[in-house]
């Protein structure tokens, strides 16, 4: 049975950091592994990438802040968030494009964390 894994979402102060997760289970193999984020009122945006082939990439809205990593199981994802701003605040989703058996190439959506950044 698939399923994502998230944590690491709360409450921080402007200039604050968190760290967030997000472990893929139940796949043959994941690919693509990244974070997407909604603010209230707003569509859900790209945030960050670890693609299958090694690449990282951001959104500007986060580059030089966010730093993504991807442990070398390659199943699990952190999102490393430094200088936080009340724009981050959001729901963040993990989203993993894999292959599970039986089903074969798919992408998921983990259930959201909330992120939010107020003094």
């Known amino acids: 049975q698939v399923e994502l894994v998230e944590s690491g979402g709360g409450l921080v102060q402007p200039g604050g950091s968190l760290r967030l997760s997000c472990e893929a289970r139940?796949?043959?193999?994941?690919?693509?592994m990244a974070w997407y984020r909604q603010a209230p009122g707003k569509q859900r945006e790209f945030v960050a990438i670890s693609s299958r082939d090694g690449k990282i990439k951001y959104s500007d809205s986060v580059k030089g802040r966010f730093t993504l990593s991807r442990d070398s199981a390659k199943v699990t994802i952190y999102l490393t968030m430094n200088n936080l701003k009340p724009e981050d605040t959001a729901v963040y989703y993990c989203?993993?494009?894999?292959?599970?058996?039986?089903?074969?190439?798919?992408?998921?959506w983990g259930q959201g964390t909330q992120v939010t950044v107020s003094s």
């Open positions: 139940g796949f043959f193999n994941a690919y693509d």
């Open positions: 989203n993993v494009e894999g292959t599970v058996v039986s089903v074969g190439l798919r992408a998921y």
